[in-house]
């Protein structure tokens, strides 16, 4: 599962390398969302500008790092793809998550962590 | 796009349905939806409808992976799509165990005002297929699960 994190003081931005986040990976993603997150700033932003698909065990490996982060560090997501805004809706999960739309809103902010 | 052979998409536009049949596993259902997704693309779809197909049909083949056939060796999951006129009507069927009580579980939403630490990480499947599939209906025969329901495409979900 390849994910990458950059770290800034206040922030980490985690981007799924990846198409899918689907039921034959999300306990890889799981792992590895474990792994970065014993590192992450006090912000993570979950970018999934590259993942086109979703399913019901890739939102809850997406719950459950929320929740391996809570209370102390908060999870957002960012450029979500029109299934994957789909399934945040169906699930109102988008009530849960502070989401991102707009990929400017998180580019800048990538860029600068990554220079 | 116009193809001169039997492409992908071809089945459903003229009328006939696509099946499929798979190894009870996760890595087969992701290779199944690609290959539906394909098949489906030829429709097309608003990308609206697209993620339709594609949520639902993930979502029952993963439950059939996941419960109906944990722990089992061998099982197999057998996918029919036909095209209607208003969508695509889907039966998929295993021999698996049986849903408990023979019945489809109700798919109810997770309380999103709930504190984060008791926020489910599951019970998202059958509230997404309960949220976007029509005419619902499961029946055990002959030692399989046969789940059918149709999916309206044509019309904003």
Same mark, same amino acid.
């Given at each position: 599962m390849d994910l990458q994190a950059n770290t800034s003081t206040d922030c980490t931005v985690i981007t799924v390398r990846e198409t899918r986040i689907d039921a034959a990976c999300a306990i890889q993603f799981k792992d590895r969302m474990r792994e970065l997150c014993k590192e992450a700033a006090e912000r993570v932003i979950l970018d999934l500008g590259r993942v086109d698909f979703i399913d019901s065990s890739g939102l809850g490996a997406i719950v459950a790092s929320m929740k391996m982060l809570a209370p102390e560090r908060v999870l957002e997501l960012a450029n979500p793809s029109p299934k994957v805004t789909k399934v945040l809706r169906l699930t109102r999960m988008d009530s849960v998550f502070t989401i991102h739309e707009d990929f400017a809103s998180v580019e800048p902010l990538a860029s600068r962590l990554a220079g | 796009m116009m193809q001169s052979t039997l492409g992908p998409g071809q089945r459903l536009r003229n009328g006939k349905a696509v099946e499929l049949e798979i190894p009870s596993d996760p890595l087969a259902v992701r290779q199944a939806l690609a290959r539906i997704m394909e098949e489906v693309s030829a429709l097309a779809l608003a990308v609206d409808a697209q993620a339709t197909v594609e949520i639902v049909l993930a979502e029952v083949l993963n439950n059939v992976v996941e419960h109906a056939c944990a722990g089992l060796s @061998?099982? !197999? /999951?057998? /996918? +029919? /799509?036909?095209? +209607?006129? +208003?969508? &695509? =009507? $889907? =039966?998929?069927?295993?021999? @698996? !165990?049986? &849903? %408990? *009580?023979?019945? &489809?579980?109700?798919? *109810? %939403?997770? *309380?999103?005002? $709930? !504190? +984060?630490?008791e926020l489910a990480e599951g019970g998202f499947g059958w509230l997404l297929i309960r949220g976007l599939a029509r005419g619902l209906r499961y029946r055990r025969t002959g030692g399989m699960n046969v789940l059918s329901f149709s999916l309206d495409l044509h019309t904003a979900a």
């Amino acid at each position: 599962m390849d994910l990458q994190a950059n770290t800034s003081t206040d922030c980490t931005v985690i981007t799924v390398r990846e198409t899918r986040i689907d039921a034959a990976c999300a306990i890889q993603f799981k792992d590895r969302m474990r792994e970065l997150c014993k590192e992450a700033a006090e912000r993570v932003i979950l970018d999934l500008g590259r993942v086109d698909f979703i399913d019901s065990s890739g939102l809850g490996a997406i719950v459950a790092s929320m929740k391996m982060l809570a209370p102390e560090r908060v999870l957002e997501l960012a450029n979500p793809s029109p299934k994957v805004t789909k399934v945040l809706r169906l699930t109102r999960m988008d009530s849960v998550f502070t989401i991102h739309e707009d990929f400017a809103s998180v580019e800048p902010l990538a860029s600068r962590l990554a220079g | 796009m116009m193809q001169s052979t039997l492409g992908p998409g071809q089945r459903l536009r003229n009328g006939k349905a696509v099946e499929l049949e798979i190894p009870s596993d996760p890595l087969a259902v992701r290779q199944a939806l690609a290959r539906i997704m394909e098949e489906v693309s030829a429709l097309a779809l608003a990308v609206d409808a697209q993620a339709t197909v594609e949520i639902v049909l993930a979502e029952v083949l993963n439950n059939v992976v996941e419960h109906a056939c944990a722990g089992l060796s @061998g099982r !197999r /999951i057998a /996918i +029919t /799509i036909a095209p +209607t006129p +208003t969508g &695509l =009507q $889907c =039966q998929v069927r295993d021999n @698996g !165990r049986p &849903l %408990p *009580d023979g019945a &489809l579980p109700a798919g *109810d %939403p997770p *309380d999103p005002a $709930c !504190r +984060t630490p008791e926020l489910a990480e599951g019970g998202f499947g059958w509230l997404l297929i309960r949220g976007l599939a029509r005419g619902l209906r499961y029946r055990r025969t002959g030692g399989m699960n046969v789940l059918s329901f149709s999916l309206d495409l044509h019309t904003a979900a």
